[in-house]
Each structure stands twice: as C-alpha cells, then as structure tokens.
C-alpha cells in the first residue's frame, strides 16, 4: 500500500550538506499498526512530513496504492486517503471541535456524530463541542480532539506523530484501544513513539539510528533490541 523506494533527505547549513535520512526504503501493508521508534534526532518525524508531503523528499521515490506521490503536495495527499496527526496538533482561533470533526468528515456532522468520535479519545464529548481550538485548552485536550479528527476522516493511511504527547495516564491504555479498534484489512496506521507501552499495539516495529533503519520486524523481535539501540539513537539532537 505504502511503499517508500530509497529515500533520503538533506538540508543546507552554513552552505553544507547535512543529511537528515539517508536511503530508507519501506513497505507498509493494510491490516496493520506499524510503530516507528527512535531517540529524539532519529528522522522519525521528518519521515512522517515527507509521506505526507509537508517536506519534499531529496531524492528517492514514495508509492501509496501503486501511484507515485513523490511530488504531489498535502492537499493531494490527503484526497487519496493520507491523514496526519501533528506531533504539535495545530491551535485554530474560531473554529471549535465540532467544526474540526466536520471538516474531517467532509460534511457537517450532527452533534451527536461529533460527540461519537470525541468519546473514543476520552473526552466528555457534549462539554467540548463549542469548546474552541484556542489557548484554553490543553496541550492533552487539543491533542485528543486532533486524534479524534483523524479518526473521523477515515483514512486508508493514518500517521500519528507521538500521540501521547501531552496526555494523561489515560493515553496509555486508551490510545492502544483506539489504534487496535479503528484499524481494518483496508487501512493502516504508522505511529511515531518513543513509548513501550503503545508498542503493545504494533504488529511490526521499524527501529531507527542516525536517519537509517537500523532494524524492523514483528514486534515481539524487536523490542528486545530497541536497548541496544537507544545509546546510537541519543548522540543525535537533530529532529
């Protein structure tokens, strides 16, 4: 579904060349939690912006369903079925969760519908309903109510930058739940998270160090090794 052909991506500083990915290539199938994990400097998010469009790749190719999206922009991206949680969910001054769960829906939801996807992330749905997207709520709130928009779009590639970010105890627990349940044979979810205790949600776990995959496979594998990794993954600030 997913297929990302020797990617890799750089940045210019001070008039250098300083590659942040270097030759990834991937393949994500339907049916399937896919967790992406790595010490902070990795290129875990900057992998996450590059198949969602909103860095353009330095060369390399991306596939989603056998079409080259390579140079199409977010917009594009979204319409074939590509959604994306923000690491930082994004604050919207005059537009409330209600507004936020339409648009996901692409048609103005009734109340009731909206409070359905708000009551999957734990939140007191009707309460927050006109609750606007502004600096009265939460880092934790804003992030459950995007998480909710994302599972509104109903989207054949789910992406969720650190999910956990900001949230409460719940997140654990619940998040696993809500990855577990919206997950179907026709989509997939790529979480990025630093977190043990959502890689009990994954089927497969992808491990990176110094902008390369340094291993990936079924989950049970590859916790054991994330340790042996961790130490490579530190030495880098560059995310």
């Known amino acids: 579904m997913l297929k990302i052909d020797n990617v890799s991506f750089s940045i210019k500083e001070k008039?250098?060349?300083i590659w942040i990915l270097k030759n990834i290539s991937l393949e994500f199938q339907p049916g399937k939690n896919y967790?992406?994990?790595g010490a902070n400097g990795c290129g875990?998010?900057?992998?996450?912006?590059?198949i969602m469009g909103i860095l353009p790749v330095t060369s390399g190719k991306i596939y989603f369903n056998g079409i080259d999206i390579t140079n199409?922009?977010?917009?594009?991206?979204?319409?074939?079925?590509?959604?994306?949680?923000m690491q930082q969910?994004?604050?919207f001054k005059g537009l409330n969760a209600k507004d936020i769960i339409s648009y996901a829906v692409g048609a103005d939801c009734t109340s009731s519908s909206a409070c359905e996807y708000l009551s999957k992330v734990g939140i007191c749905a009707r309460e927050y309903l006109e609750r606007d997207l502004d600096n009265t709520l939460s880092g934790g709130e804003l992030k459950r109510i995007e998480i909710a928009s994302v599972l509104a779009r109903e989207a054949t590639l789910n992406i969720y930058d650190e999910p956990e970010a900001g949230i409460d105890i719940w997140s654990f627990n619940g998040l696993v739940e809500?990855?577990?349940?919206?997950?179907?044979?026709?989509n997939l979810n790529i979480i990025i998270s630093h977190q043990e205790k959502l890689f009990k949600s994954?089927?497969?776990?992808?491990?990176?160090?110094?902008?390369?995959i340094k291993t990936k496979g079924p989950a049970k594998d590859i916790i054991p090794k994330i340790n042996d990794y961790s130490s490579i993954c530190k030495k880098l600030e560059v995310d």
């Open 15 to 17: 008039g250098k060349t």
């Open 35 to 37: 967790i992406l994990t």
């Open 44 to 50: 875990k998010s900057t992998l996450a912006k590059l």
């Open 72 to 85: 199409m922009d977010i917009t594009e991206r979204a319409k074939l079925g590509i959604a994306y949680a």
């Open 89 to 91: 969910p994004t604050r």
């Open 178 to 186: 809500i990855f577990k349940k919206s997950l179907t044979k026709k």
């Open 202 to 212: 994954a089927d497969e776990i992808i491990l990176m160090a110094n902008g390369e």
